[in-house]
């Protein structure tokens, strides 16, 4: 139960580490960009429960790596696995679908377009789509029930509703504050 998420944390750290030397980091650079992924406090937390949040960072920093990778060494073939791993995003979480379209925004906005006429985006667009394909036959099947249960949680008041920049600032404080209060260890909120 713990060993899965563990693996993933492990390899969330050394991803980091990866990521940091392609973007032209040096030893300390890569040290201490794993270090920071390594000493996340709700990375501390994820990575020893069996949730599907344990392994999306994972996935998020390997697609990362995979666009700087397609771009700084103009290796096309790394838009297919971006793609591979965004089909397996969306089976472990739909939020990955976010990410997905940022890059595809960013790609639109910049000069790195000129990969968008390059067939390996696309085989990574269909490989992704097949990939996820079953999930989506299965929820058009069963009229969305990730739908009505956002819809329940909502009408619930289960999750509180910020606005953008406070969302931020919420999603920095998780990222960053560990505190002890009363014996227990408080997250910054509910994780």
């Known amino acids: 139960m713990r060993l899965l998420p563990a693996l993933a944390g492990a390899a969330t750290v050394w991803l980091t580490g990866k990521l940091a030397r392609d973007l032209g980091g040096g030893v300390f650079a890569q040290a201490l960009a794993a270090l920071a992924a390594f000493s996340a406090p709700i990375f501390l937390l994820m990575h020893h429960w069996l949730t599907m949040n344990a392994f999306e960072p994972l996935i998020w920093i390997a697609c990362a790596w995979c666009i700087v990778?397609?771009?700084?060494?103009?290796?096309p073939r790394y838009w297919f696995w971006f793609g591979v791993l965004i089909g397996v995003g969306m089976e472990n979480k739909y939020?990955?679908?976010?990410?997905a379209f940022a890059v595809v925004g960013a790609l639109l906005l910049t000069a790195q377009r000129r990969f968008l006429a390059n067939r390996w985006i696309w085989l990574g667009a269909l490989?992704?789509?097949?990939?996820?394909?079953p999930n989506l036959i299965w929820l058009v099947r069963h009229d969305f029930p990730f739908l009505e249960l956002m819809h329940n949680i909502r009408n619930t008041h289960r999750d509180v509703v910020r606005?953008?920049?406070?969302?931020?600032?919420?999603?920095?404080?998780?990222?960053?504050?560990?505190?002890?209060?009363?014996?227990?260890a408080d997250w910054a909120g509910s994780v």
Do not use: K
Not at 69 to 75: G, K, Y
Not at 127 to 133: E, G, Q, R, V
């Open 95 to 99: 939020s990955t679908a976010f990410f």
């Open 163 to 184: 606005g953008p920049i406070a969302f931020v600032a919420d999603q920095a404080m998780l990222m960053n504050r560990f505190c002890f209060h009363s014996g227990s």
């Open 127 to 133: 490989c992704s789509l097949l990939i996820f394909l």
């Open 69 to 75: 990778r397609a771009i700084d060494r103009n290796e």
